[in-house]
């Protein structure tokens, strides 16, 4: 998607073709990392939080 509107304002004489569509590679692929990142980090989270609300469910049904 970044690559095609690089295409488009390389065409329009906004920016050098080459340069535009390396950057807009550039920075898809730096996007695509930290989302990636983030979307790890969410998943630990709620891994988490999931644990520990099945071993405090496990607790009160041991107590009774």
């Not at 970044?2 to 906004?14: F, I, K, Q, W």
């Not at 730096?30 to 607790?59: F, P, Q």
């Amino acid at each position: 998607m970044a690559e095609a509107v690089a295409v488009e304002m390389g065409l329009a004489g906004t920016f050098p073709l080459g340069m535009g569509v390396i950057f807009m590679s550039m920075y898809s692929a730096i996007a695509g990392i930290l989302e990636g990142i983030l979307t790890m980090i969410g998943c630990v989270i709620l891994l988490l939080i999931s644990n520990n609300k099945s071993e405090e469910h496990d607790i009160k049904a041991i107590d009774g």
